[in-house]
């Protein structure tokens, strides 16, 4: 059975690579020095393959059927995608994939009653290419990218989502090669409000209960609490990204979390963290 060593969820908006200059100087420092430890935890655990979970930003998923989920199964990756390239600021880049790994998790995700998509053409934005940034800065862990609606209703429940990460890890564990070693990585958020009334504001006070639900490792309490309301009243159109956060939650269960950075800087239009669950 494979083992999944760790579980990291981050934020991925496009500022930390596009602007981060926009923010005061200790402010920048703190949140590069959070998400370069993220990268050495990632790194020190010396995954295979990292399979990821974001949210799609209409780029990908149509709006007419938009699927809950849709798992890459191509065997190369590339990205920025061209539209998002000055947006994101960072080089042309190639990752590898695991396309038969991901074939075997749309098959056996669907199997188990949850109804998953699969695409061999996938664009990337900063919903993947921002955290793979800070993560692996070299590119050389292979991804399968599992998109996931988090914009266009009807929205997946925070029930199905915590769900898909229990699902998610147990056809890992039971379906995936003996001896190989994943990481889930969760990317999107926190709050943040694109476009809307409140994107210059960032509701501090939503993210940081957020991120202590996490510490506490009580999945209960995460599913009678978090709600897509919430998260829309936190900021329409970006908080429920929080969702891929759930996600990753199920594939934990009750292993608390440790929060690794959180900053609230409005002229980055989004509250910026990093949750990590070290599983070895």
């Excluded at 059975?1 to 500022?15: D, G």
């Excluded at 695409?119 to 990218?145: A, G, Y």
Aim: hydrophobic share 40%; net charge negative.
């Amino acid at each position: 059975m494979a083992e999944i060593v760790a579980t990291a969820a981050l934020s991925h908006a496009p500022s930390l690579t596009g602007w981060l200059y926009k923010a005061p100087e200790d402010t920048q420092k703190r949140i590069l020095a959070g998400f370069r430890k993220m990268g050495v935890l990632v790194r020190a655990k010396k995954p295979d393959y990292i399979i990821g979970i974001a949210n799609d930003h209409a780029l990908n998923l149509p709006f007419d059927n938009t699927p809950d989920f849709c798992i890459g199964v191509a065997s190369e990756w590339s990205g920025p995608a061209e539209w998002f390239k000055d947006w994101v600021a960072l080089p042309d880049y190639k990752v590898l994939g695991k396309s038969h790994h991901a074939r075997t998790l749309a098959r056996e995700i669907n199997r188990s009653g949850i109804r998953v998509a699969f695409s061999d053409d996938l664009l990337f934005d900063d919903n993947w290419s921002v955290p793979l940034h800070f993560v692996t800065p070299e590119h050389d862990v292979p991804l399968i990218p599992i998109n996931m609606n988090c914009t266009v209703p009807p929205l997946p429940s925070v029930d199905l989502c915590y769900q898909m990460g229990e699902t998610l890890a147990e056809v890992v564990r039971g379906m995936l090669p003996e001896g190989d070693r994943v990481i889930i990585m969760a990317t999107g958020g926190l709050s943040h409000d694109p476009g809307g009334p409140n994107y210059f504001e960032v509701d501090e006070e939503y993210d940081r209960w957020f991120l202590a639900l996490l510490e506490e490792g009580n999945p209960q309490r995460v599913l009678k609490e978090v709600t897509i309301e919430g998260m829309l009243a936190a900021g329409d159109g970006g908080t429920t990204e929080l969702l891929s956060w759930i996600a990753a939650m199920g594939t934990v269960g009750d292993h608390p979390a440790k929060t690794i950075c959180y900053e609230a800087e409005p002229a980055l239009r989004c509250g910026l963290g990093c949750s990590f669950w070290d599983l070895t």
